[in-house]
């Protein structure tokens, strides 16, 4: 699994409408994208939910490298380009992917938890440390799904998950709508540890 996500920072008057429109008349386009697990197209709108900022930052789990590769070199990514410029894409390795009670359902929110693992920290302890976390908040009311990555280039792990309704109001870090989710190979997710 490989973890994905570009945030597209938009001003702070503009009309979030436009971005609205831009998933109902296109989010369809990657529901049967192969080597796609998931795509979240998420949405911050500057002063709800604690947002500072206007932003779209869809979210990827991809189940192959081959699946990302076709997106990124191809018209998919393209569109994006050119609407918005080249956003810097952000990635990390997948360790663990666990689907919630909510799974059957369609999420309506999201939330992503970035921590760096410090120089003088073990991150093998630490990773161990976030994937038991991460399977004791599987069971949460509400939760779809929940992804656990990490980027060893800057040393950062990465939590995402995905609620059916609302985020619960103890779970820290930047927080999403979700206007839609493309499933193409959701079943196909290692459920788990990712080694």
């Given at each position: 699994?490989h973890?994905?996500?570009?945030?597209?920072?938009?001003?702070?008057?503009?009309d979030?409408g436009?971005?609205?429109q831009?998933?109902?008349?296109?989010?369809?386009?990657?529901?049967?994208?192969?080597?796609?697990?998931?795509?979240?197209?998420c949405?911050?709108e500057r002063?709800?939910?604690g947002?500072?900022?206007?932003?779209?930052?869809?979210?990827?789990?991809?189940?192959?490298p081959?699946?990302?590769?076709?997106?990124?070199?191809?018209?998919?990514?393209?569109?994006i380009?050119?609407?918005?410029?080249?956003?810097?894409?952000?990635?990390?390795?997948?360790?663990?992917?666990?689907?919630?009670?909510?799974?059957?359902?369609?999420?309506?929110?999201?939330?992503?938890?970035?921590v760096?693992?410090?120089?003088?920290?073990?991150?093998?302890r630490?990773?161990e440390?976030?994937?038991?976390?991460q399977?004791?908040?599987?069971?949460?009311d509400g939760?779809?799904?929940?992804?656990?990555?990490?980027?060893?280039?800057?040393?950062?792990?990465?939590?995402?998950?995905l609620?059916?309704?609302?985020?619960?109001?103890?779970?820290?870090?930047?927080?999403?709508?979700?206007?839609?989710?493309?499933?193409?190979?959701?079943?196909?997710l290692?459920?788990?540890?990712?080694?």
């Open positions: 699994m973890a994905m996500q570009y945030e597209i920072t938009l001003p702070a008057d503009y979030m436009i971005i609205h831009r998933v109902a008349r296109r989010g369809h386009l990657l529901d049967d994208f192969a080597g796609l697990g998931l795509k979240a197209y949405v911050r002063g709800v939910d947002s500072p900022v206007n932003q779209y930052a869809p979210f990827y789990l991809w189940t192959a081959e699946g990302m590769n076709r997106f990124l070199w191809g018209p998919g990514f393209g569109g380009r050119e609407d918005f410029g080249r956003p810097v894409v952000q990635h990390w390795t997948g360790l663990g992917f666990h689907r919630g009670p909510a799974w059957g359902g369609t999420p309506r929110a999201a939330a992503r938890q970035a760096p693992v410090s120089a003088d920290a073990d991150p093998a630490l990773v440390e976030a994937l038991n976390a399977a004791k908040q599987s069971d949460s939760l779809h799904s929940s992804a656990l990555a990490v980027d060893p280039r800057t040393w950062e792990l990465l939590h995402f998950t609620w059916a309704e609302t985020i619960p109001d103890d779970l820290a870090g930047a927080r999403y709508a979700v206007h839609h989710l493309s499933t193409p190979e959701a079943d196909t290692a459920v788990g540890r990712h080694w």
